[in-house]
Every structure is written in structure tokens, then in C-alpha cells.
């Protein structure tokens, strides 16, 4: 099964990377740790530690148009969080 696996760079990630060495992945729903943990090693050449994952739950979401009020919601995510061996960094925008 092919996963997929984003880094996500905000303020508070990369608070996170800069004082924990911890990087923040957005991953596919179905993705075990086992894998993510391979992914990780594999394309940034790093040793893994330790993961979290967590389900980022849907937000409902309304707004008002002309045509009345629509209702929706934001898809549920999975969001990882890869604890990376001292001494090591990844680099996201080495490849830009």
C-alpha cells in the first residue's frame, strides 16, 4: 500500500524541530507507525526514534451566500510526529 507523507511547516512545528528535534508529517489516514518510521529513514536519511500520530478531527465550517447558508466541514486528517536522533536535522528546503 503506497502512503503519503507531507512535512508541515508552521510556527509551532518548527518551534518543535528547533527545541525537541521533532519533525511534524502530515500522512496518509491508513499509515501505520512501522511505515511512516521507514518512509522517514528512507527519504531523509535520518535515524527515528520515536512517533506520535494523532487524527486531526474535522471542523464544521457555514458561511452565508445569496443563496442561503451552506453548511460543510474540512476533511479528517493524520498528523505524525517524528522524534529524530541527536545530532541529526532534516532539512526541508534543501531541494527547493
Request: charged share 25%; aromatic share 8%.
Amino acid at each position: 500500500m503506497e502512503i503519503s507523507i507531507k512535512p508541515i511547516v508552521t510556527e509551532k512545528a518548527t518551534k518543535l524541530s528547533e527545541s525537541l528535534n521533532r519533525y511534524t508529517f502530515r500522512v496518509s489516514p491508513n499509515a501505520t507507525k512501522p511505515e511512516i518510521k521507514a518512509l522517514v529513514e528512507e527519504l531523509y536519511g535520518v535515524k527515528v526514534t520515536k512517533i506520535n500520530t494523532m487524527i486531526v478531527r474535522a471542523k464544521r465550517k457555514q458561511r452565508w451566500t445569496k443563496g442561503g447558508l451552506i453548511k460543510g466541514a474540512t476533511a479528517t486528517w493524520k498528523k505524525a510526529l517524528v522524534s529524530v536522533a541527536d545530532g541529526q536535522t532534516i532539512d526541508f528546503f534543501s531541494n527547493i
